[in-house]
């Protein structure tokens, strides 16, 4: 995709540009090291997107686009720990190089360096953005206690999946639009717009995510093929398995999801419940409106269809990808 | 001392209005946790005192003071995983109670807590605080990095430990004075000179604190005879007798320092060293070179004498403490 190309390109030269050089090495290495290894850099973008949406100038968001950049990968440096998380984008993961609490450390670091690089900004827009930075940190921190949760909690229902995954993932696009078009001194109706519209984008590619995890193509997927269920994980798929299933099949999903094995026969046994119970189907649907509910937000925004053409793109390229 | 009692009930009463109601509990319990377990709070109590120093609206600087005891209680929790401590004011801490996750995860909730109790202040106030918060909060992680460091550091200097403590106790209380002091809106050169009281005092706290672990009441103190011996710690009374010492008085140590062992005789031999070189007088002298820096930052400011009574007793009752 050309725009999210040329998006990309400022961002990796601006980390480049922004690389710390601060002592002791020991602390922030580690955080030039996961920042410039990668990854789809979309929340930066969104930032970008959500600037010259509303016409602001680019260069002001520049700065504030790479603390979400930041922010994001000092949540990937605990979450890792916390997952026990061998790898990342195919690179060791810094408490794996370094020990837990190099990880610890330089995660704090990262996120203290995320407050710094809002400092360019005059009082109140400053105000403003670290307001919603600070929320969004907050409600994020939320979502992963209720992630770690769910792993013991015998029943999750559909609101509580929801809840989890908007605030593991939702909030933080929403966001990075808002910050961008606050930057750009957006009309309050159409950041918040912008903001839901980056907010169902995030439900919709978490769930998508949940899917291809099982039914995704798992080489383009880059990750262990049905990883979830191996981990028992309650996701959207197990979700509405488990609430269309009958009371049999419900004690069989309950069985297969208190085992902890490598065995593929778990996976194929659960695999073929969630096609019977048409979760496959369902979850697809789920993507679709969540998708369906950003666009209308889109549309109510004031600006001509034609600037909106990038957003569109975006959620194409999010939610119909493969992998 | 009265007035410090004032102050402490003031803030005890209002981290009590404060506790956290919000979900999930398991996010925020650990969090109520720490900061009711007590501690002296002398860094919110310096907020209030630097505000009414120059006569500032003492409530402008609660929910600020109370932000402060979250940061360092933030930075408490992740220490007490890095350094493995079991307990922390007589009660198990964070992560030996719930595990490391939830160590980790409360600890950032509790940093990004403490940012969000700035947000009463009106935007100018605003930003000039969490420019001081977020580089101080940058400052701690480096002083814990280089403190890390100096484990496997083989020589340490005087300036390395020097700026070592500065970073993990002096800037903090350095900010909190001078964060008391913009809300009452002082004179730029009252500000800085009162931070830099709490600079040298925080100094001054940290060296007694190294002295009074060797030759402190161990009863009073509160904690392990002698802990930083057995733990090989390079403390200011380790750098002095070592500097000061004999070629194969330092072979001696240097031999003495990378024995990890609980035999007694060892404490005796590095304590007698300590002495022999007269390390125990120079901390001393120490203690008080910046005791005297930080009086002197105190009379350079523009107020009575009156009013900086309680900066001097507190640093009396800091400096003069047998444990």
Redesign the interface.
């Given at each position: 995709m050309e725009f999210l190309d040329k998006y990309q390109k400022i961002i990796a030269e601006t980390i480049e540009k922004y690389k710390f050089k601060?002592?002791?090495e020991?602390?922030y290495e580690p955080m030039n090291y996961i920042i410039s290894n990668g990854g789809k850099r979309l929340r930066p973008i969104m930032v970008l997107m959500g600037c010259e949406l509303f016409g602001g100038d680019i260069s002001k968001a520049m700065k504030p686009a790479i603390a979400i950049e930041y922010f994001h990968n000092f949540t990937l440096i605990?979450d890792d720990?916390?997952d026990d998380a061998p790898t990342r984008r195919n690179k060791p993961t810094i408490h794996t190089l370094h020990g837990?609490?190099a990880g610890?450390?330089s995660?704090?670091?990262l996120?203290?360096?995320a407050?710094?690089f809002f400092?360019d900004l005059e009082?109140?827009l400053?105000?403003t953005c670290?307001?919603i930075f600070?929320?969004t940190?907050?409600r994020l921190?939320?979502g992963?206690?209720?992630d770690?949760?769910f792993e013991t909690q015998r029943r999750v229902t559909y609101e509580d999946y929801l809840q989890m995954i908007t605030y593991k993932t939702g909030v933080l696009s929403a966001a990075a639009f808002e910050i961008g078009a606050a930057i750009a001194n957006a009309a309050f109706q159409d950041a918040e717009n912008l903001s839901n519209f980056g907010k169902h984008l995030g439900i919709a590619f978490q769930i998508m995510d949940d899917y291809l995890d099982v039914f995704g193509n798992a080489e383009q997927f880059g990750k262990k093929h049905a990883g979830d269920i191996f981990e028992n994980k309650k996701t959207i798929l197990y979700l509405l398995a488990w609430e269309n299933a009958t009371e049999n099949e419900q004690k069989e999903l309950d069985d297969l999801y208190s085992q902890k094995t490598d065995n593929v026969e778990k996976i194929y046994r659960v695999e073929e419940l969630f096609r019977r119970r048409k979760a496959d189907e369902k979850t697809l649907q789920l993507v679709q409106k969540h998708n369906e509910i950003a666009r209308n937000y889109l549309d109510k925004i004031n600006v001509s269809d034609e600037k909106k053409k990038p957003f569109i793109e975006l959620a194409d390229y999010l939610l119909k990808r493969e992998n």
């Open positions: 601060d002592m002791p020991e602390l605990h720990i916390m837990i609490n610890i450390l995660g704090d670091g996120l203290l360096k407050y710094q400092e009082p109140e400053f105000k670290i307001r600070t929320n940190g907050l921190c939320e992963q206690q209720y770690i949760n």
